[in-house]
């Protein structure tokens, strides 16, 4: 009996963190489809008492958020490659081959992950401007292509991959080429799923560095185009709320349908043997 009360207790508690941590998501979707004066009225209602589904439409003809849309998973999903590539084969070389001074190589490779990112901003934007950079999707990806982070988490997966493996592999004749592209990369799918899934997200939430380096409408991305939907002189809150709910939507559907995944590469990139 009280094995089942603190069971129950736990899940009481685990509803009500999961409804806190939904309530602005959910309010959102809501606020999207109230009409102007609901969503204005004080106290604010929680629940909408009729759906304005035109303030969708409403968004599209205000702001080109359909291109915005289209630059950040643009801009998203070129950086999820880059960051695919450059930090499968780093891990590969950090796990499986042997070259002096690996381990040092490693430690100031992952120790770069305690840099914050606004102390290397201005020399990334000093750059980018040198090269005339400015305004450009290169500009927007190519500082972003690798990652420590990824990195370290496909090295850890990469070591928990059986080493009579790769003993069978060399005495067939495979070499590292051979070896990492058809044996490394297909074992290590949940690893390469994690790191796409959080590599499209954060580059999708990115907000400083678009505003920093982009000027012109046809370079912004979502985040900085939503702000366009606020005017100076009054707000519709409403469309607002409803160009904020078509931002977040692709993220949400991306983290609810590569969770399980996420979940699991984070578990197995945890550990090592």
């Not at 201005?122 to 400015?134: A, E, F, G, K």
């Not at 982070?149 to 059986?162: A, E, H, K, N």
């Not at 592209?181 to 997200?201: D, E, K, M, N, Q």
């Amino acid at each position: 009996m009280k094995r089942h009360l603190n069971s129950t207790l736990v899940y009481v508690l685990l509803t009500i963190a999961a409804a806190l941590i939904l309530y602005p998501v959910i309010y959102t979707f809501f606020m999207a489809v109230m009409s102007p004066e609901e969503a204005s009225a004080y106290p604010p209602s929680f629940f909408p008492h009729s759906f304005h589904m035109a303030n969708f439409t409403d968004v599209f003809e205000i702001v080109p958020i359909a291109a915005f849309i289209g630059n950040t998973f643009l801009i998203s999903g070129l950086t999820m490659i880059g960051q695919l590539i450059t930090a499968s084969l780093a891990a590969y070389a950090f796990a499986k081959m042997e070259f002096k001074g690996k381990n040092f190589i490693f430690s100031m490779f992952v120790a770069t992950m305690m840099i914050p990112w606004e102390v290397t901003i201005i020399p990334n934007y000093l750059t980018v401007r040198s090269w005339n950079w400015l305004d450009t999707y290169q500009g927007l990806t190519v500082p972003f292509l690798a990652t420590a982070f990824g990195t370290f988490l496909l090295r850890q997966f990469f070591l928990q991959l059986p080493k009579e493996l790769f003993e069978a592999a060399r005495m067939d004749g495979c070499g590292h080429v051979r070896y990492f592209l058809f044996h490394v990369l297909p074992l290590s799918r949940p690893a390469l799923g994690t790191l796409a899934v959080y590599s499209f997200l954060n580059m999708y939430n990115s907000y400083l560095w678009p505003l920093l380096i982009t000027n012109s409408e046809n370079m912004r991305t979502v985040q900085i185009g939503i702000s366009m939907l606020e005017f100076q002189e009054s707000t519709s809150w409403n469309l607002v709320f409803a160009g904020t709910a078509l931002v977040i939507l692709p993220s949400l559907l991306l983290l609810i349908f590569g969770l399980k995944q996420l979940v699991r590469g984070m578990a197995a990139g945890a550990l090592k043997g």
